[in-house]
C-alpha cells in the first residue's frame, strides 16, 4: 500500500472524531507554535535518534505525547524539518506530521523514500508562519516498512524539478512508538 492510500480519513465515529480533536490540540502544542517550541515539552526518554516529548496542551485534561525528530537538509542548512509521530487519544489512528519549510512548491507534496525505494507522496494540508504540515494516517504496512528500514528520505519540492532531500534516521523509531503512551 503507498502514501497515498494511507491517507485515508478515519471513520466517521465519534470515537474517531474525539480522537483527531484530540491530536488537533497536540498538534497545536507541537506544530502550530514557532519552530524553537519544538524543543519545549519534556524529554520523557530518548529512542536512538528520536526523542518522546510530552505535555499538556492548553485545555486538555491529559498529557499528550510524540515521537520526534528534526532534521536538517545536507545541502541546505536553513531548511529543516520535523517528523512528529502520534497515537490519537483513542488509540485509534496514528499519525505521522511533517513540518517542512515555507517555500515548498505545495502541488507536489512530499515525497517519501525508504532505503531509496519510492512509497509515495502526501499532500500537505495547511501552511502555518513556522512551515507547512503534511499528514499522513499511517496504517500497519506503512508502519512495518518504517519499523524495518534504516533511513528515510522526505523530498520537498521548490519548483517541479528541483527536490531537495531530507534524510532521516529511522534508529530507535520501532521502540519509541512502542513506548508512546
Not at 45 to 51: A, E, F, N, R
Not at 133 to 149: F, H, I, N, P, S
Request: a neutral charge; one cysteine or more.
Amino acid at each position: 500500500m503507498g502514501l497515498s492510500r494511507c491517507m485515508a480519513r478515519p471513520d466517521s465515529s465519534l470515537n474517531a472524531l474525539i480522537g483527531l480533536l484530540a491530536a488537533a490540540l497536540f498538534l497545536v502544542l507541537f506544530v502550530f507554535l514557532p519552530v524553537p517550541a519544538h524543543a519545549q515539552g519534556a524529554v520523557r526518554s530518548v529512542h536512538g535518534d528520536w526523542q518522546i516529548r510530552c505535555d499538556t496542551p492548553p485545555g486538555a485534561q491529559t498529557e499528550q505525547c510524540a515521537l520526534i525528530q528534526s532534521v536538517v537538509a545536507e545541502d541546505r542548512s536553513n531548511a529543516g524539518l520535523t517528523v512528529i509521530v502520534l497515537k490519537t487519544a483513542d488509540q485509534k489512528s496514528r499519525l505521522m506530521r511533517v513540518v517542512a519549510p515555507l517555500g515548498v512548491l505545495l502541488p507536489s507534496g512530499l515525497g517519501l523514500k525508504l532505503d531509496n525505494q519510492d512509497v509515495g507522496r502526501a499532500g500537505f494540508v495547511r501552511c502555518l508562519p513556522n512551515g507547512c504540515v503534511a499528514e499522513v494516517v499511517m496504517d500497519d504496512k506503512l508502519l512495518g516498512q518504517l519499523r524495518t528500514a534504516k533511513t528515510a528520505t522526505f523530498i520537498i519540492f521548490e519548483t517541479p524539478e528541483e527536490g531537495i532531500g531530507f534524510p532521516l534516521s529511522l534508529n530507535g523509531l520501532g521502540e519509541g512508538y512502542d513506548k508512546l503512551p
